[in-house]
Every structure is written in structure tokens, then in C-alpha cells.
């Protein structure tokens, strides 16, 4: 997502606020290709709108992982793939969420899919089924499907949410909606990427992320390129808070390059 009405982009028209948020962040995540698929002419806005170091993360088609749970879905994967070409090298990984019942007797199923896929691309999955953080032998075996094809495990970090009860009609929301799991912590690629829930609360959220800080300072240090996804249950202030984190690490990794300055929204006027 670029766009939230809390966030100064949203005053800008449509086709502009990609352009702001590319000024405050350097990654997106690519949520709503999960419900359609964009148009050619769609995905090459964002390309004007994008400098060439910007990087796209998105999200397969659910009729993809969730109606066709990765088999039989060659058509509808191509069209995707020709409706995203324009991005190019901004395309930083297609993610592949799989649904929460999407277990270890399915994990042949994924090898195969990745075994299939268009070898232009990186993927990125990311998996809900309780048995891949308890039971070592389905997170080896998701691990070794994986590395065959040089994919990622993307952990959703909700535990710093889930420590305590929920406070805002927000939290209350995400309370019900989000996945409980146990926190993981290992990159298999050069390129980790997490994703980061904490709550509407600024310092809870900071406190929640300081794990993450070395974890990332530690990849970053070894010569990985991690992305990291900072959201809370009401996304208000996701841009200024995923500054604050970037900053962060980068006091501990003082030659990780800044992000770039934002550009003031100038408000709308008449003329």
C-alpha cells in the first residue's frame, strides 16, 4: 500500500501518491495485486512514478495461493507476469501468501510451483500454518523447498501486538484478524524481508521492533540486503515509523545509505 488518509500523499490525485510515498520509503509492499490484476498501463504509472533503485514486493493473485493454492495456475500466473513486466528490476520479490491451511502435506505442491515459475524473478512466501514454527521437521522441510529455488520465508512479526490486550477500535480490529505466531528470525537468501505488526501505540511499537533493529543491523553487517515492512493496526503514522526504524539501524550501521527527504505536499488550491 502508498496510500492511507492519515498520510500527506493522500491530498495529492490518485495517479501522484505513489510519487510521494517513493519520497518517504524506498519499498512497498503490493498488497492489492492479491485481489486484481493491475493493468499494463496501471503498472507503467508506477514506474514513472518510481526512481530505478525503488522495489516492488508483490503479492501473487489469490486465485493464485488461495482458490487455486498454486496448482493448475500457469494461465493465470503468465497474465500476471505481463501485466507487471513494465517494472522490471523494481520488481523485488513476488510474494506468495499462502492461506493458513496451507500445511506441510502441501509443502510439494509449493516446490513444485517454484520449481515452475519463471526464473526472472525472486519469491518471497509466506506461510501461517502453526506446524512450520513448532514442529522443526515441517521447517526443515519448508526450508529445503525453498532454498531449491532460492526463495525467501517472510516472517509476519506479531508478537509484539499480541502481548497485551488490544486498546483501539484498530487494535480491536487487528485482534481478530492477524495471525499468531511465534516470532523467526532466519534469512535464508541475501535478501530477507520482514514484515513488522506493532500497535497504535508509537513507543510500544518501538519497543516491539527493537529486535528487529539488530537482527537487521546483523544482515546488513554479513552483506544481505533486508527489507523491512513496518506496520501498525492503523497504519496512521507506517511512514514516519518506518524512518524512525531505518535511522535506527542505521546508527548501528552507520554506511547504510539514507533514505531520501521527503518532498512537502503542497495544499490543494482553485486555480
Known sequence: ???HKAWPGHALPAQERLRDYAGWCTAVEGN???????????????VHQTGPDFRFVLKLPKVVTHERRLGAVDEELRIFLAAIEPLGERTGALWIQVPGSFGPDDVPVLARFLRRAPRDYRYAVEVRHPAFFTDPDAARLLEEALAVAGAEWVPFDTTAFFVSPPTSDAERDAWTKKPRMPRRSVALTDRPIVRYLGRDDTARTVEGWQHWVGVTAGWLREGRSPTVFVHTPDNADAPVLARRFHDEVRARVPELAALPDPVPVEPPTLF
Open 1 to 3: 500500500m502508498w496510500t
Open 32 to 46: 492489492t495485486t492479491f485481489y486484481a490484476t493491475p493493468t499494463r498501463q496501471t503498472v507503467e504509472s508506477w
